[in-house]
């Protein structure tokens, strides 16, 4: 694939760029530049998705990626100076000691998470994983230093630079950043489609598929598209029906995770578009967990048609997420191609 390359710069942008559940703004508006003259219309509703139209005929069809990353926010500042805060998405508290944070106050404070040192815990406690309320932020600064620029309610995000390891690419919040990217070089690859089609932007996913319940709402699309990330457990101690996915050997088309089963039909038509196009492709079924394809299903009022394009990641709600280059370039062209071709879908 000679033609089609990461833009290294702009996922860079995209994956470090600050965009708490329920505080996206500036990820937004990484993402609505990267796209402007790309579409009939984009605009950005009141709960905060991006919705970015293009037409092309009158069956509707909606995509979504959601914008947020896991993160914190905080609930207040100690005597000592530290702050004490709340997860905003699922964490393993573990992945979250000893790591850097940007506190997003009324200035941004760097930050480390610190908890109780090994050498003073008992040994009880050095078997268990530590609680997020036993953590805290160390900003370096005095109790009234910090209470002056971090307000309760500040969004708190992880420090992390994308960087190329190998053939994969790594940084805290690919999923869903990843995603996004695949999404916005889709839709600029996509010169027509045959329908009304609209790649929304989703926000607040990773505290209930909020964002995506309210434009499902107002969409309600006929056939609904997530792009996400799924689990890669191909790791070493993991037997061949415990990986979910491989990282290499293509995007994943999900048959099911634990939200939603999704439309066979859809599945094997995404399938198909991927064989006639030469696209490595891979099936996903998840378990566990959920993503943004539940709330395109059952939540429109129509009960759409669904399915998800994944993309394979290894470490997944970790500050060093990993995907595979070969994957993400094999999930831009399968969007493409359903972007292009969906039309089709209606006329079987």
């Known amino acids: 694939m000679p033609h089609l390359k990461i833009d290294f710069d702009l996922l860079k942008k995209i994956c470090e760029t600050p965009g708490a559940p329920g505080f996206e703004d500036p990820v937004r508006e990484v993402v609505a530049d990267a796209l402007s003259g790309v579409a009939d219309e984009l605009r950005t509703d009141g709960m905060g998705n991006l919705i970015v139209r293009k037409k092309g005929g009158s069956r509707k069809v909606m995509a979504a990626a959601h914008l947020d990353e896991i993160s914190l926010i905080s609930t207040g500042v100690d005597k000592n100076g530290f702050i004490r805060f709340h997860t905003l998405g699922g964490f393993d508290a573990k992945s979250l000691l000893n790591q850097r944070v940007i506190v997003h106050g009324k200035q941004d404070l760097p930050g480390i998470i610190g908890g109780k040192a090994p050498h003073t815990q008992s040994d009880e406690e050095k078997k268990r994983t530590p609680k997020t309320t036993e953590l805290f932020i160390d900003c370096g600064l005095s109790e009234q230093e910090v209470s002056a620029v971090v307000p309760v309610g500040t969004p708190i995000t992880r420090s992390q630079v994308l960087s190329r390891i190998g053939n994969n690419l790594s940084c805290k919040s690919l999923d869903n950043r990843i995603s996004v990217y695949i999404l916005i070089e889709a839709l600029k690859r996509a010169t027509v489609t045959g329908v009304d089609f609209y790649a929304v932007f989703t926000v607040q996913e990773e505290v209930g598929l909020r964002g995506a319940r309210v434009a499902a709402h107002a969409i309600q699309p006929e056939v609904g598209l997530a792009l996400d990330v799924t689990l890669a457990n191909d790791l070493p101690g993991a037997d061949t029906h415990q990986k979910i996915s491989v990282l290499g050997e293509g995007t994943a088309i999900k048959v099911m995770d634990g939200s939603v089963i999704c439309t066979p039909k859809l599945v094997a038509f995404t399938e198909a ?28 009022g129509v009960g759409a048609q669904v399915t998800c394009i994944s993309t394979p990641t290894r470490y997944l709600h970790t500050t060093v997420e990993s995907c595979n280059v070969a994957d993400v370039l094999s999930g831009i062209r399968l969007t493409q191609a359903f972007i292009e071709q969906i039309h089709t879908y209606f006329k079987d």
Do not use: M, N, P
Request: glycine letters at 8%.
């Open 273 to 300: 578009l991927a064989r006639e196009r030469d696209i490595a492709h891979q099936r996903e079924l998840l378990t566990a967990g959920g993503t943004d394809t539940a709330a395109l299903q059952y939540l429109t």
